[in-house]
């Protein structure tokens, strides 16, 4: 099909592309195209003339060469699950996507290493099954385990729930292999945990989302499989009492605290009535609640009657107002559908203006009161939510459309919702990007609230990695003359 809408440098390097993938590394039928054109919340479109699919390092390096050769730009995907619109193309059909769903081998498992080496476009949850396999563990989890890829979760340096325990996904990893923006690839898939011959090179393409080059495979870590694993449900008064349950839990199960999630109340009413299976866990409401869970190598039942215990002398100290510790395997995973739900129950319940901050776990109670104050005091009908991984002080603070507003309405209300809820994050001494990075969706929040030194080397190892601003352009920041 000829490439009619490009300049016809460009169209020579597409049909050498085409060429060089064949027809299974092509898609360009505009509705197979869609689906890599749009963002999981439908909010963000773009246009592609093709979208490459190589299966292949060599086939990466050769796509990324030929766009450099013509100047045409890439915007490297994986499962396009991200929530800030960096995997998603601009809408002048200037950039090709380079999907990496293909490149999706487990190329080696070393259990006495504790390491696997994967390639970017394996879907997180095979991962985390081959791990299982080994009898090892890979511990990033996220409600989109079963879509995204792990070259996306390390471009992004994703969090998800196990982050208080493991870190994010930036210390999951001991090397990478790379496609560079003139098409060299970098040889760096070591499995040590020991290395400082020279700059730690892989920091560089970790959480940069696509804009310094294209991740092709990984090696990963792997932790022992836990043998034994409890998990409670928790009712308390206020974000200060979770976070005393926090403590409590740190100094009855240190490294065994997995786990740790506070929702509001109308999270576990929107989750009841928008997700399949889900009702309110205890009888009475409350205004907040935790998830938490516990995971460690005791004998079986082991972490339950701990947490019976922790449980007793919270009632006792009236810190914790019910509670219910699941009982089976099954239960648990309710418990966490529910959780992993909200974000998908947001998305039919009107607009929502999301936000993913993290200030220090202390100031979590701080920031609530004061950002649902001030918002409350400006939209009084405006229905609050707040959840996420408090247990690492990151909250998706979402607040969503007054009942009796329209649509458009609200949405022309985001800059000033923005700026009331990161002004407070930044206060605090927090970030207004956590763990989804920024994408587009932020783009104009980090030029205002980063620091301009970091803005400047930003813009500096951009510029030594990718002068030609080819890779993900006009993601994260603009590009400016350094
Ligand atoms: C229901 C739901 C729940 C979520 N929960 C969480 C959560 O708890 N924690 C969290 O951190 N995120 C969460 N996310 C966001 C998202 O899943 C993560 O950001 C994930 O890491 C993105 O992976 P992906 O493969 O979908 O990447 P994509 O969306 O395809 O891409 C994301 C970014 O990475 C770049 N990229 C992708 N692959 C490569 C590659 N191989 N080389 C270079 N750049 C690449 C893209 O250009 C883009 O900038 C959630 C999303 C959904 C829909």
Known sequence: MPDTSLPTGHAAALAAIREALGPAGIVDAPEEMAPYCRSWRDDIHGRVPLVARPASTDEVARVVALCAEAGIAIVPQGGNTGLT?????????????????????????????DTMTVEAGCVLQTIQEAALKADRLFP????????????????????GIHVVRYGSAK????????????GRVW???????????????????????????????????????????????LAV??????????????AAFGEAVTAFELIQRRGVELAAAKLDGVSDPLKDPHPWYVLMELTGQSAPGTLNQGLEAYLADAFEAGVVADATIAMSDAHADRLWHMREGLAEAQNTDGVSIKHDVSVPVSSIPEFLARANGTLLEAYPTIRLLAF????????????????????????????????IVHDIVVDLGGSISAEHGIGILRKAELAHYADPVALDLMAKVKHALDPHDLLNPGKVFDLSAP
């Open 140 to 159: 990033l989890s996220l409600a989109a385990e079963g879509s995204c890829q792990i070259g996306g979760n390390l471009s992004t340096n994703a969090g």
């Open 237 to 250: 008064e206020d974000p200060a009492a979770a976070l005393t349950m926090l403590a409590r839990a740190k």
């Open 388 to 419: 996420g991984h408090v247990g690492d002080g990151n909250l998706h603070y979402n607040p969503a459309q007054p009942l009796d507003w329209e649509a458009d309405a609200y949405r022309a209300e985001r800059p000033r919702i923005n700026r």
């Open 171 to 182: 210390g999951l990893v001991l090397g990478l292999e790379v496609v560079l923006a003139d």
């Open 85 to 113: 619109g960096a995997g998603q193309p601009h809408d002048d059909a200037s950039e090709i996507i380079l999907s990496l769903g293909r490149m999706n081998r487990i190329r080696d498992v070393d259990p006495l290493n």
């Open 187 to 233: 040889h760096g898939l070591k499995g040590l945990r020991k290395d400082n011959a020279g700059y730690d090179l892989k920091q560089l393409f970790l959480g940069t989302e696509g804009t310094l080059g294209v991740i092709t495979a990984a090696v990963l870590k792997l932790y022992p499989r836990p043998t034994d694993r409890a998990t409670a449900f």
